[in-house]
């Protein structure tokens, strides 16, 4: 394992999740579409750092899915977490372009989502 690419990966979820929390606090309104993006990264890295965790090279995708699908044999305890990561998938791209707007509602779901997902993802011994 590499212990310095797993802090990285996590190092970066951290501030991912950093800036959901700064931006809700300043305006759901105004910032629901970065709010829902910052959310499904900071779940994406802490993916990444849990597969690197177990010597699992980490696929390029926006998939939560596709990398829970990676880990879950290693880290059975996340199968619970499916249906939230499945939420969160769609705003890693849809919603970053014309077309696809996201709402506070949709925020409001995020920022609820990954702070359940971060305290899963923190209370898993790798």
């Given at each position: ?118 305290k899963a993802f923190k209370g898993i011994k790798s």
């Amino acid at each position: 394992m590499n212990e310095e690419l797993v802090k990285e990966w996590t190092l970066k979820a951290e501030e991912d999740c950093l800036a959901v929390e700064e931006l809700y606090k300043i305006s759901v309104m105004r910032f629901a579409a970065i709010i829902c993006f910052h959310a499904q990264q900071c779940a994406e890295k802490y993916l990444k750092a849990l597969l690197i965790s177990h010597n699992i090279e980490p696929l390029r995708t926006h998939s939560l899915e596709t990398l829970l699908d990676l880990i879950v044999d290693n880290v059975p305890e996340l199968e619970q977490c499916q249906d939230m990561l499945t939420g969160l998938t769609p705003y890693s791209v849809e919603y970053r372009y014309p077309g696809v707007v996201a709402t506070p509602d949709d925020a409001e779901y995020c920022v609820e989502t990954i702070r359940e997902l971060r305290k899963a993802f923190k209370g898993i011994k790798s």
